[in-house]
T-cell receptor, first 114, second 114 residues
């Protein structure tokens, strides 16, 4: 099976702009989660989607939002970008078939905010 | 909320030496997962431990889950240059699974000197 794909891989934006990142999960996986990874804070959970519904949300401001489509593909959006939003954004997919799922991460989108 | 502490943050070893990283949770975990991230890459799932006192081996890697299910360790015997990367533990809570149940440690960066 093909792995998790994320587009774009690299992005440069300026403060105040908005950005949309895309994630295509492994075929058959119904759940997608998003993480922000920075050197200082490590991997921080953003949100999780299952069957087009947001199940959980991490401790991030409302500028961060996401959605999932009927084919399980997911997008996340960050509005009014700040310098501190520069990070690697990772999406992970999993089947949601058993109690403890392992997560399969995509290659990430490297966002730089100038 | 649940916190997962991982030590050490950095570990320098000579090639051929052993390496151990430790993970401690503030609460009892339902399961613990270990991931490896190569420089410039994304986290890749290594293993999941569920049972109290569980020990699993993968070639030169040995994973342990504490009796109280609050701590875990990863030990690498006779490190090789291919072991370079950051090792993350991720502890699962008892919120019914899903991504919010996984709290990642900040990782241990393994640096190997030939």
């Amino acid at each position: 099976k093909a792995g998790v794909t994320q587009t774009p891989r690299y992005l440069i934006k300026t403060r105040g702009q908005q950005v949309t990142l895309s994630c295509s999960p492994i075929s058959g996986h119904r759940s997608v989660s998003w993480y922000q990874q920075t050197p200082g804070q490590g991997l921080q959970f953003l949100f999780e989607y299952f069957s087009e519904t947001q199940r959980n949300k991490g401790n991030f401001p409302g500028r961060f939002s996401g959605r999932q489509f009927s084919n399980s593909r997911s997008e996340m959006n960050v509005s009014t970008l700040e310098l501190g939003d520069s990070a690697l954004y990772l999406c992970a997919s999993y089947p949601f078939q058993r109690e403890f799922d392992t997560q399969y991460f995509g290659p990430g989108t490297r966002l730089t905010v100038l | 909320g649940q916190q997962v502490m991982q030590i050490p943050q950095y570990q320098h070893v000579q090639e051929g030496e052993d390496f151990t990283t430790y993970c401690n949770s503030s609460t009892t975990l339902s399961n613990i997962q270990w991931y490896k991230q190569r420089p410039g890459g994304h986290p890749v799932f290594l293993i999941q431990l569920v049972k109290s006192g569980e020990v699993k081996k993968q070639k030169r890697l040995t994973f342990q889950f504490g009796e109280a299910k609050k701590n875990s360790s990863l030990h690498i015997t006779a490190t090789q240059t291919t072991d370079v990367g950051t090792y993350f533990c991720a502890g699962g809570g008892y919120s019914g699974g899903g991504a919010d149940g996984l709290t990642f440690g900040k990782g241990t960066h393994l640096i190997i000197q030939p």
